[in-house]
């Protein structure tokens, strides 16, 4: 089975633009979560997206959003970039909201996002 | 949220070393997992151990979710074990997990 992919890999944008970045899961797995990496905050929950409905939400402003497309498929977009937006966009998917309480997460390599 | 804490934050290895990283939660859980991030930044799946002890070649790994602690085990360290070991929980609901902040191992020859 191929694993998670997100595209782009590196993004160079400038402050105040808007930016859309991929992610396609396992087949057959139809939860997608987003994390955002920083060196200073670290690994933090983005939202969630389950049968292209957001379960879950962290606490992130507007400006970050989020869709699940009826594939599976995500996109997350950021508006009005933000220096402080620079960082690594991880994706993961699994097959959370089935019978089975088994839950684990697979990531993909990542959308590397520099702000200008 | 709950709160994960994961110790020693730094770790220098000789190669052939064994080291023992631990992950302390806030809170119950019923999911938890331990990955290694690559220096590319990828997270790779090294467990996923919600509670019991599974072991996976020079790695093992040990849940107490009564105690609400987990234990990463690496035998005969080698250098390709250098990395960043994260920690993560949460609840099927909503899947959201929760990270500690890492332990950072270096394997020196």
């Known amino acids: 089975k191929a694993g998670v992919t997100q595209t782009p890999r590196y993004l160079i944008k400038t402050r105040g633009q808007q930016v859309t970045l991929s992610c396609s899961p396992i087949s057959g797995h139809r939860s997608v979560s987003w994390y955002q990496q920083t060196p200073g905050q670290g690994l933090q929950f983005l939202f969630e997206?389950?049968?292209?409905?957001?379960?879950n939400k962290g606490n992130f402003p507007g400006r970050f959003s989020g869709r699940q497309f009826s594939n599976s498929r995500s996109e997350m977009n950021v508006s009005t970039l933000e220096l402080g937006d620079s960082a690594l966009y991880l994706c993961?998917?699994?097959?959370?909201?089935?019978?089975?309480?088994?839950?684990?997460?697979?990531f993909g390599p990542g959308t590397r996002l520099t702000v200008l | 949220g709950i709160q994960v804490e994961q110790s020693p934050p730094d770790l220098i290895l000789q190669e052939g070393a064994n080291s023992t990283l631990r992950c302390n939660f806030s809170d119950s859980v019923n999911n938890l997992q331990w990955f290694h991030q690559n220096p590319w930044g990828q997270l790779i799946n090294l467990f996923y151990i919600p509670s019991g002890t599974k072991q996976n070649g020079r790695l093992s790994a040990t849940t107490v979710a009564t105690e609400r602690y987990s234990l990463l085990y690496i035998s005969s360290s080698q250098t390709t074990d250098s990395g960043v070991y994260f920690c993560a929980v949460g609840w099927n609901t909503g899947n959201q997990f929760y990270f500690g902040t890492g332990t950072s191992l270096t394997v020196i020859p």
């Open positions: 997206y389950f049968s292209e409905t957001q379960r």
């Open positions: 993961a998917s699994s097959t959370a909201g089935g019978k089975s309480s088994y839950n684990e997460q697979f």
